[in-house]
């Protein structure tokens, strides 16, 4: 994916996002066959949620005071009421999800 301009990156919007599928069936059970994704810094993350977390379902970011790394703005249950974002880093991210065939 094109990064997009650093201070837009922590607040792309859902219909910029890639489509990714999930690689397992208790994934695709769990959280739904496929996500949105971006990938942003856990930093990043923290920044959209200061922004966004009294209006929209998302879960705490993770600590980025001392370490700072790549990961996935990650939407869930896209499309129900039980939608939410989380972030999750690249190495775990990429073993449960790959871009959308369709």
Known sequence: MNLLDWKERPFVSLEKM??????????????GLTVKAVEISNRDYGYRYQKFSSSQKMQPP???????CLGYL????????????????NHVFEELYEISKS
Do not use: D
């Open 18 to 31: 890639v489509s990714y599928s999930a690689l397992n069936k208790e994934m695709a059970k769990k959280y």
């Open 62 to 68: 993770p600590s980025s005071h001392r370490h700072i």
């Open 74 to 89: 990650v939407v869930r249950k896209c499309g129900t009421p039980e939608q939410y974002e989380t972030w999750m880093p």
